[in-house]
Nanobody, 126 residues
Framework: QMYLAESGGGSVQSGGSLRLSCVRS????????MGWFRQTPGKEREGVAS????????YADSVKGRFTISRDNADEKIVYLQMNSLEPEDTAMYLC???????????????????WGKGTQVTVSS
């Protein structure tokens, strides 16, 4: 079993920045495919960014150039999402997800992941 815990959410003004963290505990492999997703009421969960076990990265078009996903250099169990130039449209609950096997063609699909954190709220005001 693997557990994921997100932190770093909060309220910022448009143009501001936040860095989200996801800490993994448990699991039997050294590394997993990890993804960041976001969800707002009434909308489908949206894949924001993913990083595969070999370091391959993918972003949703809506966040390219503004968000950066990365692993901690010292601890592969920690994944970050650096969010810059935040917009009110980025307001959502952000969830971290993990999987031992991720389809390289669909890394931003929520159905690729079987482990989920509880989420951290990000609110961007105009």
């Amino acid at each position: 079993q693997m557990y994921l815990a997100e932190s770093g959410g909060g309220s910022v003004q448009s143009g501001g920045s936040l860095r989200l963290s996801c800490v993994r505990s448990g699991g039997v492999y050294r590394n997993y495919g990890m993804g960041w997703f976001r969800q707002t009421p009434g909308k489908e969960r949206e894949g924001v960014a993913s990083i595969d076990s070999d370091g391959s990265i993918r972003y949703a078009d809506s966040v390219k150039g503004r968000f950066t996903i990365s692993r901690d250099n010292a601890d592969e169990k920690i994944v970050y999402l650096q969010m810059n130039s935040l917009e009110p449209e980025d307001t959502a609950m952000y969830l971290c997800a993990g999987s031992s096997v991720v389809d390289r063609n669909r890394p931003l699909s929520q159905y690729q992941y079987n482990y989920w954190g509880k989420g951290t709220q990000v609110t961007v005001s105009s």
